[in-house]
């Protein structure tokens, strides 16, 4: 637990996840309020409670939760909470939370028309719904109230939603304009690089979304706010926001510029750059690595540097002379 400032706690919880421990924010606003709930696991819920009674709170005494966005590490908590504590998020939260049998199928199929079209093959495909096997992880109850852009949190007077999609869909971000504090969940990291994750389109007729290319744009909201703290999701607090995502974006493009190069020597697909680019942990990590690959790829034809073309269903990406 680390005292941050007047009304605002920072709590770490351990997760089963290899990110380690995720952190959690009580803000003593008109309403008690907790940012992110931690993981779904014993031992999320042993540390949320003991570090909360350490604060003098039990987890009966919180008016609402806010969610920076759907993933399990940061939402699954949200069970601890008797039915009276209100839980916030953006809308898109609410698919993953309810993971029905109908969004299951089109994460299956969604991972599988991707796989196709990257050239996965086809055991490794199966794996990338990283969603079939941690159902025990996910939280039961759901979102009560949607937040969008720019909406004041009833309660938490000063603070407004930022929209930040990119690591997920579902990703906001909380600014209180009156000191530049920044609450980021996952949008800007001290020490990993968050990944933007592949996600089904919203509405199944929309194309999917980029989310590298969203991430980065969600990045640059960012450079326009006078932020004088960010208390992210996991790890330290970032003192020099902007020169982090200054950084980060250089480093993104460098990458980026990596890919090309290997397009140039020739045409691939995806999954060829995928082995290329995380050799040692493409077949563990195959949801991720992919993403990631897919966000290069995507970003280098937004800069108009590569093309791809649809050979039998499957594309070949080489670079624009
Ligand atoms: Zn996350």
Redesign the pocket.
Known sequence: MTRLDAEIEKLSIPTPYAVGDVNVYVIKGEALTLVDAGSRTPEGKEVLVKSLRELGLLISDFDQIVLT?H?P??AGGIDFFPEQATVFGHAYNQRWLELTEEFKETLDLFYLNIGKELDVSEEMIASMNNYRGSGRYISKRTVQSFLQEGDEIPGLSGFRVIETPG??QSHISLYRESDGVMIG??HLLDKIS?NPILEPPISPNESRPEPLNQYNNSLRKWLELPISLTHS?HGRDISDTHALINHNLARQHGRAMQVKRMLEARPQTGFEICKQLFPRVYQREVGLTISETVGQLDYLEFLGEIKKEDQNGIYMYSVNS
């Open positions: 966005h993933h590490d940061h690591h997920a969940g996952d968050p999701g």
